[in-house]
């Protein structure tokens, strides 16, 4: 089964930091872009950060900004979130899917569908 797993969540106190993965199953990461977004109870997916299949472009927004870093290791097959600075309205169950494709930039990665969602992972920014 093509999909891609997403693991590190967990729970943290205000201020504190975490590192998302997300690891594709059945098939290679090297070529797809990939988004990370997030789902809080209550409310629609909201698009948190993108990056190019080389990753030499990346995408935030704005309210993660100067807090969270997305990086990939292509020979790892994996995606990271690098969450700083983690505040309660972070709280989500956080996916990662494929955005796009080797020559996407990630400009308008909050509108795409995406493609091999995985489960999710839950993080929870609490006292």
């Known amino acids: 089964q093509l999909q891609l797993v997403e693991s590190g969540g967990g729970l943290v106190q205000p201020g504190g930091s975490l590192r998302l993965s997300c690891a594709a199953s059945?098939?290679?990461?090297?070529?797809?872009?990939i988004g990370w977004f997030r789902q809080a109870p209550g409310t629609g997916r909201e698009g948190v950060s993108c990056?190019?299949?080389?990753?030499?472009?990346?995408n935030y927004v704005d309210s993660v900004k100067g807090r969270f870093t997305i990086s990939r290791d292509n020979a790892k097959n994996t995606v990271y979130l690098q969450m700083n600075n983690l505040k309660p309205e972070d709280t989500a169950v956080y996916y990662c899917a494929a955005v796009g494709g080797t020559y996407y930039s990630c400009s308008d990665f909050v509108t795409r569908h995406g493609n091999y969602w995985g489960k999710g992972t839950p993080v929870t920014v609490s006292s």
């Open positions: 059945g098939f290679t990461l090297e070529f797809e872009a």
């Open positions: 990056i190019s299949s080389s990753g030499d472009k990346t």
